[in-house]
């Protein structure tokens, strides 16, 4: 593959590593969030992930801790009932030195194998490792938003961009047209499995929100009682907020003297208004139908952010530009989100805002194969193991989301109960 994929792969070691730069010491053995593994997993997870991946399995090469390599194999959305235990499994977990000289070993051998000439037969492993580490630096980002702002060092200078009033609501109208799922194997570089083969969908007309639903307009659900009305949820949707005693975002915060806050990466805020509200599908689903719509099937997002009037579909919803800070938050390019309006430079043929960054979208799609999936060879459980009915396709990008990963046709997917994720939504009507 040569300089680009190992000029790539030690941007992503180094981003990574200033992620878990920005904590204390204490927080290395914890566990932000129940369904995940303890932050120490993840460093050991990242490494092992690339060499089980390209060393081992794509080109045969001999271990380097056998133990460690299938610790630090796998961890990803464990069913809610199989929430590790955390006093279980503490003396499990290595030393973090020990757990840093196998990840050295691990980048030095990744690496060399990278820099070889040859290794265009081994191209998918090379992709899937390289968007593998930039993705999981997102499920990072939102496990240190659980922890302690103690625990974090705020980098110098960042400040949330809290400033502005939400946008008028507004409605944007797309004519009836046909939107791109998924494409071939010959026509991308790279995709991970589940955006294959081609599929493409006539999509009725319908009428989307301009921006993401603001924490304004969540709010006036919240006053509204919409947590307390049964005929706005789905029914398992109906029996979590009950049992788990749900009022509102899991990124919100009240106090006793009724004001609302939000819960930032470093900072707590007062409720930005004009912020895209984060939420779960099921939150999401619950406020569409309250307010007499619906969210967008996965077709129609495509339609919302990639078609246009002359029939033509783009590649991202602004055009060909390459990505950049004026489309939109993400890239990193800010620890927690902005305020809806602000990026007008990023709007699709149809003047939709914000498709791309600022919040992955939620659909109402359940995440499935397209017709003729096949799992890919270096990495077969990546999608498979979620095609259960349970998990719903999100599309777009949050602040979080690597560049290398917005192409049209990337789909992430979660449970409609999971409430970590940088996660938005807009609203539908029509058809
Ligand atoms: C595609 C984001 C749902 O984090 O659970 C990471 C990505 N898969 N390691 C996840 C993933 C294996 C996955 N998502
Ligand atoms: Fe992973």
């Not at 999936?373 to 999608?383: Q, V």
């Not at 602040?399 to 409609?416: G, Y």
Request: proline fraction near 8%.
């Amino acid at each position: 593959m040569g300089q680009g994929a190992v000029d790539w792969y030690r941007r992503n070691r180094e981003r990574s590593r200033r992620l878990f730069d920005l904590l204390g010491a204490e927080a290395y053995y914890t566990q932000p969030i129940a369904l995940r593994h303890p932050i120490v997993f993840y460093e050991g997870h990242l490494p092992a992930f690339s060499f089980n991946t390209l060393v081992k399995k794509a080109l045969g090469g001999e271990s380097i801790d056998p133990r460690l390599e299938a610790l630090f194999a796998r961890g990803i959305d464990p069913h809610e009932s199989a929430a590790a235990r955390p006093a279980e499994r503490a003396n499990l977990w290595p030393a973090r030195t020990a757990v840093q000289a196998f990840a050295d070993e691990a980048d030095r051998q990744v690496i060399d194998a990278l820099s070889q000439p040859h290794l265009l037969n081994n191209a998918e492993a090379v992709h899937a490792i390289l968007e593998h580490e930039a993705m999981h630096q997102e499920t990072l980002l939102y496990m240190w938003h659980r922890l302690p702002f103690s625990q974090k060092t705020k980098p110098k200078g960042y400040q949330p961009r809290t400033a502005g009033a939400p946008p008028r609501v507004q409605v944007m109208d797309v004519p009836s047209g046909r939107a791109t799922l998924g494409v071939s194997r010959e026509s991308i570089p790279f995709g991970w499995d589940n955006e294959f083969p081609a599929l493409s969908e006539d999509v009725p007309a319908f009428s989307i929100d301009r921006h993401n639903v603001t924490n304004a307009r969540y709010l006036e659900f919240v006053q509204a009682g919409g947590y307390d009305e049964e005929r706005w949820w789905n029914g398992d949707d109906w029996q979590w907020i009950r049992s788990e005693r749900i009022a509102h975002p899991l990124f919100w915060e009240r106090e006793a003297d009724g004001a609302w806050y939000w819960r930032g990466m470093f900072d707590r805020v007062l409720l930005p208004l004009a912020w895209p509200v984060y939420v779960t599908q099921a939150e999401a689903t619950a406020f569409a139908r309250w307010s007499g719509a619906r969210l967008p099937t996965e077709a129609e997002f495509q339609r919302a952010a990639y078609g246009s009037p002359d029939g033509s579909e783009r590649v991202h919803p602004w055009g060909d530009d390459t990505p950049s800070a004026r489309h939109g938050v993400f890239d990193f390019g800010s620890w927690d989100p902005e305020p809806a309006g602000t990026h007008p430079d990023g709007a699709s043929a149809w003047g939709v805002e914000d498709l791309v960054g600022n919040g992955w979208e939620w659909t109402g799609s359940t995440f499935a194969p397209f017709p003729g999936f096949r799992a890919m060879a270096s990495y077969p459980e990546y999608s498979a193991d979620f095609f259960d009915g349970q998990h719903f396709v999100m599309k777009g990008a949050s602040p979080a989301t690597a560049r290398e990963l917005l192409r049209p046709t990337f789909r992430n997917w979660f449970r409609a109960r999971y409430p970590y994720a940088y996660a938005t939504f807009r609203c539908v009507q029509g058809a």
